[in-house]
């Protein structure tokens, strides 16, 4: 689909939903505070309350947000219709098998790390009854509503939750190829995330760090901004990578451009990959296109695995993350000429550097 008449068809959506909103009737909520356009949506505002003040430090775009986030795809994506075709069990996508089963899911090479952020949550998916597979996705949204520039995400209550562990190898590697990677999109998502998709839900690397990929360093930063959901992940990326952050020589780690930021060897390909290149400079300087596609996609997502006749939209519950006050630029010491640009159908963009010397990146 062409990016315009996606971006026409959002923006009708948009319209139509606020139209609507306006019209429906609201309930109100037993807390005696809040309202919501169904009674399922209710029990979502405590959750809310209670993550943004007790995980995520007071409503601020941290690590735990960042993981949280994470989570959401680490669970969605385990899902393979091409195994059910062949007998096999393929996986129940955003069914919170991940949770459900940590032993056996967090031990996946993949999902090396995540034990932490699920014993975080635990808890909090404990003392509010929500579904493990709600749960996870929706707590995803709320982290990511704290970085300034995100878009709202989808929230949906309804999913069915996982009675088995998803089978590994399901979820991408940053050492696979790009085509390893498109494919198992594809799976996974009945062939609707393909290369143009694939690149759009990569946009949840503006705010990600790396934990496990060098061993001795953790919470090393794919840019030089994980705190804003912004487009100089898409940028940094296609700086002329010079050295490691770390020890180097790790698996899925290729030199990056900034001290103190890792580049996953995945990100650095398919920025580069003749199918893709050029919807990834796309992105650069582009903070509408960063906001609604990945709003597009995330939603998406979030339901892989489940009927979205089932489910009820709660959205709204949802904060609307800060507007974006800062403007892409490369990083101090850095220029065009240091972009090793791989789409040769659009110049790259012209933008201001930052003042000073090259500074390294801090840690999340």
Known sequence: ??????????????????????????????????????????????????????????????????????????????????????????????DGSISIFPEIETSFHPNIGLDEVVALQAPFQARHNLSHADFIQFAGAIGASNCEGAPQLAAFVGRKDATQPAPDGLVPEPFHTPTQIFDRLADASQGEFDEILTVWLLTAHTIAAANDVDPAHSGLPFDSTPELFDSQFFLETQLRGTAFPGTGGNQGEVESALAGELRLQSDHTIARDSRTACEWQSFVNNQTKVQQMFQFVFHDLSILGQNIDDLVDCTEVVPIPKAPTFTTHFPAGFSNADIEQACADTPFPKLPTAPGPKASVAPV
């Not at 306006?22 to 809310?48: E, H």
């Not at 947000?65 to 996508?93: V, W």
């Open 1 to 94: 689909m062409a990016f315009k008449s996606l971006l026409s068809i959002v923006s009708v959506v948009a319209a139509l939903q606020g139209a609507n909103a306006a019209l429906t009737r609201r309930v109100a909520c037993p807390d005696g505070k809040n309202t919501a356009t169904n009674a399922a949506c209710c029990q979502l505002f405590a959750v809310r309350d209670d993550l943004q003040e007790n995980l995520f430090h007071g409503g601020l775009c941290t690590a735990e947000a960042h993981e949280s986030l994470r989570l959401t795809f680490h669970d969605a994506i385990a899902i393979s219709p091409a195994l059910e075709a062949q007998g096999k069990f393929g996986g129940g996508g955003a």
